[in-house]
């Protein structure tokens, strides 16, 4: 892991803008999201501001992702791109802005904020592309391949019984 994802009060009051770029790893994602099967390390770029107050970190962060289509099933690569920002305080001032983080120490790791930020750039219901048919229902052929010509028109066992009650209220 790339220690360069931090920056320091220290090196900030000498350089007011500080940039900081390196990778993250990603193993959490496929650990925890069940559609990500792979995922390379994340590429970090940012930046980090003095504005005599709060350190302001603003980046962004990218990985090439492997997921599965929730329609159809079938693997396919997915770029993650995500954004991230957070504001830091050393003063205890900060303690009631729920905006701001108050930090203690010297040095700020900011993998937590890129990690979290990877999480949101994974989408819910992820699909191989948007008109994605899925699979068949009766079969469960892959319907972007071939359509299978089975009959999916079925109706569903509960609104069936629903109609026979219906229609026996009509005929009372
Ligand atoms: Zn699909
Ligand atoms: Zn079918």
Not at 22 to 27: M, N, Y
Request: hydrophobic share 40%.
């Amino acid at each position: 892991m790339d220690l360069t994802l931090q920056f320091s009060k220290r090196v900030l009051q000498e350089q007011p803008l500080f940039e900081l770029s390196g990778e993250l790893s990603t193993a959490r994602l496929v650990e925890e999201i069940q559609e990500v099967q792979s995922v390379t390390v994340a590429t970090v770029h940012g930046a980090v501001e003095w504005t005599g107050k709060v350190a302001a970190l603003t980046g962004t962060a990218h990985a090439d992702a492997v997921c599965t289509c929730c329609r159809c099933l079938q693997s396919f690569p997915q770029r993650l791109e995500a954004a991230f920002d957070e504001e830091y305080s050393w003063s205890k001032d900060s303690l009631d802005d729920p905006d701001v983080v108050f930090v203690h120490q010297d040095v700020v790791v900011i993998d937590n904020v890129v990690e979290e930020s990877l999480f949101l750039s994974v989408p819910p219901f992820p699909v191989c592309r948007e008109d994605c048919k899925g699979l068949c229902a009766v079969c469960g052929a892959n319907l972007n391949d071939a359509e299978c010509g089975c009959d999916r028109t079925v109706v569903d066992p509960r609104f069936e019984a629903l109609k026979d009650l219906l229609s026996k209220a009509d005929s009372e």
